[in-house]
């Protein structure tokens, strides 16, 4: 069956990084674009950022241009996340998932989604 195990997470000062990863399984990874979103408490999930499926093209949301950076490695079926510059409000739980066609902004247009990796960003 196809899985997605996100890691990396972890408690990190205002202006620190972190670097999450994503694992996916049972699918051709290579074939898909992939997403990151993320939900604080009491809030929406939302988009982060995305990549195509050959890497060449990255979407970002406007509150972490310039500070995260998507990558992936599809011999390792991995996606990555590069996090610099973190923020208070960078605080949430972060998903990633299959984009399955549509607007990448969208989290209706995703499928298989991990169980997310805490990011606690700290004063």
């Known amino acids: 069956q196809v899985q997605v195990v996100e890691s990396g997470g972890g408690l990190v000062q205002a202006g620190g990084s972190l670097r999450l990863s994503c694992a996916a399984s049972g699918r051709t990874f290579s074939r898909y674009a992939m997403g990151w979103f993320r939900q604080a408490p009491g809030k929406e999930r939302e988009f982060v950022a995305a990549?195509?499926?050959?890497?060449?093209?990255?979407y970002y949301a406007d509150s972490v241009k310039g500070r995260f950076t998507i990558t992936r490695d599809n011999a390792k079926n991995t996606v990555y996340l590069r996090m610099n510059t973190l923020k208070p409000e960078d605080t949430a739980v972060y998903y990633c998932?299959?984009?399955?066609?549509?607007?990448?902004?969208?989290?209706?247009?995703?499928?298989?989604w991990g169980q997310g990796t805490q990011v606690t960003v700290s004063l």
């Open positions: 998932a299959f984009h399955r066609g549509g607007s990448y902004y969208s989290n209706l247009n995703y499928d298989y």
């Open positions: 990549i195509s499926w050959s890497g060449t093209t990255t």
